[in-house]
T-cell receptor, first 111, second 113 residues
Framework: GENVEQHPSTLSVQEGDSAVIKCTYS??????FPWYKQELGKGPQLIID?????GEKKDQRIAVTLNKTAKHFSLHITETQPEDSAVYFC??????????FGAGTRLFVKA | DAGITQSPRHKVTETGTPVTLRCHQT?????MYWYRQDPGHGLRLIHY???????DKGEVSDGYSVSRSKTEDFLLTLESATSSQTSVYFC????????????FGPGTRLTVL
């Protein structure tokens, strides 16, 4: 079955710097890759997603890249702000009901 | 939280007792999911539902059962709670299957002593 690995587990950046979180997946049939942000005490919330027919997608300060050959995808946050501090999860799905999540990255943005 | 409520929000119980967690949605979404969240494991799918009375197992279904008698309600039952089931449980909903946005509820923190 699908396995998704996520790195780093903790990331600390200075406000205004960029943050990059990387994930790898094992099942070449995976075709949908969402990213979720979880703030303290809340449920995860989708921030961006990418499908296998696209190499990059941007939404304001957030971008995701996908390399199908290498089976990895990354989240890029530019001009980080304190409110970006949260836990971020990547995930992969092969088109069925089972979405496999990475273990999460705790991002700290220092003011 | 996209019209999703979970109850209870916190529960402490003892080993061997049955526990039922409830997820209620007001969005009329067809698909509902139960996940558990543990440090170092992210979110793992326990069970999911693709319609009323239609459910199936996820990654970590042992020791759990579910029921969905109405579109809006999805119940998760721990038949005989164990300490390894201490976790935070999240319900999620989506309009279509896995390749669609999942909207998560606020979670239930369960402690099994």
């Amino acid at each position: 079955g699908e396995n998704v690995e996520q790195h780093p587990s903790t990331l600390s950046v200075q406000e205004g710097d960029s943050a990059v979180i990387k994930c790898t997946y094992s099942d070449s049939a995976s075709n949908y890759f969402p990213w979720y942000k979880q703030e303290l005490g809340k449920g995860p919330q989708l921030i961006i997603d990418i499908r296998s027919n696209v190499g990059e997608k941007k939404d304001q300060r957030i971008a995701v890249t996908l390399n199908k050959t290498a089976k990895h995808f990354s989240l890029h946050i530019t001009e980080t702000q304190p409110e970006d501090s949260a836990v971020y999860f990547c995930a992969g799905n092969t088109g069925g009901f089972k979405t496999i999540f990475g273990a999460g990255t705790r991002l700290f943005v220092k003011a | 939280d996209a019209g999703i409520t979970q109850s209870p929000r916190h529960k402490v119980t003892e080993t061997g007792t049955p526990v039922t967690l409830r997820c209620h949605q007001t969005e009329n979404h067809r698909y509902m999911y139960w996940y558990r969240q543990d440090p170092g494991h992210g979110l793992r799918l326990i069970h999911y539902s693709y319609g009323v009375k239609d459910t199936d197992k996820g990654e970590v279904s042992d020791g759990y059962s579910v029921s969905r008698s109405k579109t809006e309600d999805f119940l998760l039952t721990l038949e005989s709670a164990t300490s390894s089931q201490t976790s935070v449980y999240f319900c999620a909903i989506s309009t279509s299957g896995g390749t669609d946005t999942q909207y998560f509820g606020p979670g239930t923190r369960l402690t099994v002593l």
